[in-house]
């Protein structure tokens, strides 16, 4: 099965830039902190991350990658190549013209992104500034996410995997090198957010160059391929895109709170480490193996893969959840409290942490059971449900945030809406025969769940002794964070392997080529 290597491939690269995107973090959060400028700036790059996620990235890996894909194999390299084209032309002039469009009109787009803003109209100055120099990095990685479709498409994964690292790399040394008042640092961190887009577009140019794929621009036309692509892609986008629609809306609400919206965002940046190593990974692999075997007829191949991808992705996302929800204080105070970020900030964080690792392993089936809508070019579904979730996500975080929860009440929500969503997947796609748990799978969970249990009350026993293990490795809480986190990890290892929920023999067979 080349499903696990695949994933592995993408896996190993996400990893090292979500590593990479913890140093950013730290960084981040001893030079701007968690206060009213932290909150303007995380607004401003969360806008362009959520349309990267839900126009570009969506949208592609739902739609293009299963098109561009049959095109290949039915009508040959060539066709696939001008039709790739064609839909470069029109994505590149619509997001352009997207962009230009929310500049000018960002004054009051910052109404509805960070209402909280409105009565300082200075922090509101700032908002709308930092987020208008942030908007081009949206056109490039639409780009880039057409790039990153084609190279998957012929199970190229590691540039595309690798091009976020590039962003992470230039944040770090705006951080490391600069040393500047908050209101200055974040302006610099803009616009090296734009600076990385166009770093990333020119790799992954390069890597389809490298590859033999060369693309060029043409007159944007709306050909029967394009409007394929649209019919498809518009759906497929907001559903895959509903987790961070998600956030999006509750970090509006958050800014009405000075400093929520900081919070939320520090506690987001950990859970989407185990999101994307697992559950991005894994629907980027997941995506063009399932269509293949469809294309070929194979269903029993079909409904094999998508029970190995869970298998996969509740073996890593359990354990992680777990620690998550165990030990959010530990974590928060041993990666972010320093400089600006105040123990008060890790306090509020740990809180949200909490709620968002409850939420996690819905998350990551989101991710694998979208593929099996998407791989069929069903993205009508998944939107509908994606729907679902954000109207949940809205009503109950409106209604917690103005309760005494208040803003953990947002992450509470936004994990409330994944577990309906991914319920939603689960249930149409069984329904529908397309999903079947073999007896192989249903095992595997419940020695997965053992396993998970175990290793987390190991883990909240450690930490309860935190400050003996903090004077073991010199005083240092990251340091003691470290030891528990590997300790942890080798006990899930070890029990993994008594209790059977990961045999030695799978791994090799998994990991083979071909």
Request: proline share 4%; charged share 10%.
């Amino acid at each position: 099965m080349r499903l696990l290597r695949s994933s592995a491939i993408v896996g190993v690269f996400t990893l090292a830039s979500r590593l990479l995107g913890f140093v950013r973090e730290i960084l981040l959060a001893a030079a701007i902190g968690a206060g009213p400028i932290a909150d303007a700036f995380f607004t401003a790059f969360q806008f362009p991350n959520l349309f990267r996620r839900v126009f570009a990235e969506g949208a592609f890996n739902s739609a293009f990658v299963p098109l561009y894909a049959g095109r290949v194999e039915s009508e040959g390299e060539a066709e696939a190549r001008a039709f790739a084209r064609d839909v470069l032309s029109v994505l590149v002039t619509f997001m352009f013209v997207f962009v230009i469009i929310a500049q000018i009109a960002m004054p009051w787009l910052m109404y509805a992104l960070g209402p909280g803003f409105v009565g300082e109209p200075d922090l509101f100055s700032t908002a709308v500034l930092l987020t208008q120099i942030t908007m081009p990095y949206l056109l490039m990685m639409s780009l880039s996410a057409m790039l990153s479709g084609i190279l998957n498409s012929h199970e190229k994964f590691a540039a595309a995997a690798a091009a976020p690292v590039l962003l992470n790399l230039i944040l770090i040394g705006i951080l490391w090198f600069g040393d500047a008042p908050a209101e200055t640092m974040v302006l610099w961190l803009s616009i090296g957010i734009t600076v990385s887009g166009v770093v990333q577009a020119l790799w992954l140019w390069f890597a389809c160059r490298r590859t033999g794929i060369k693309l060029g621009f043409r007159l944007p036309r709306l050909t029967p391929g394009v409007r394929r692509l649209i019919v498809l892609g518009v759906p497929g986008a907001l559903a895959a895109g509903v987790t961070q629609i998600n956030i999006m809306v509750t970090g509006s609400i958050a800014t009405l709170q000075e400093g929520a919206r900081s919070w939320l965002y520090y506690a987001d940046r950990l859970y989407q480490l185990p999101l994307g190593v697992i559950g991005i990974a894994m629907g980027v692999a997941l995506l063009p193996t399932l269509s293949k075997r469809l294309r070929a007829g194979d269903d029993t191949g079909a409904s094999d893969t998508m029970n190995r991808a869970l298998e996969i992705s509740m073996g890593l996302t359990l354990p992680s959840a777990i620690a998550l929800a165990v030990i959010p204080d530990f974590i928060i105070t041993g990666l972010y409290q320093r400089g600006a970020f105040t123990a008060l900030d890790a306090q509020m964080a740990s809180a949200a942490l909490t709620a968002f690792a409850i939420g996690l392993p819905a998350f990551v089936l989101i991710k694998v059971l979208s593929p099996g809508f998407f791989a069929r070019q069903d993205t009508a579904t998944p939107m509908k449900f994606a729907a679902i979730g954000v109207v949940v996500n809205i009503v109950l975080g409106l209604a917690l945030f103005f309760s005494p929860v208040g803003f953990v009440g947002l992450a509470i929500a936004t994990a409330t809406a994944g577990w309906i969503n991914a319920a939603l997947l689960g249930f149409v796609l069984h329904r529908r025969g397309l999903l079947v748990l073999d007896a192989r799978l249903k095992s595997k969970l419940v020695r997965i769940a053992l396993a998970s249990a175990i290793m987390g009350a190991a883990v909240a026993a450690m930490a309860l002794q935190r400050d003996l293990v903090t004077v073991w490795t010199g005083g240092s809480v990251f340091l003691a964070l470290l030891a528990v986190v590997a300790a942890g990890g080798a006990i899930y290892a070890a029990l993994a392997l008594i209790t059977g929920a990961v045999r030695i023999a799978e791994l090799r067979k998994a990991m083979k080529r071909g």
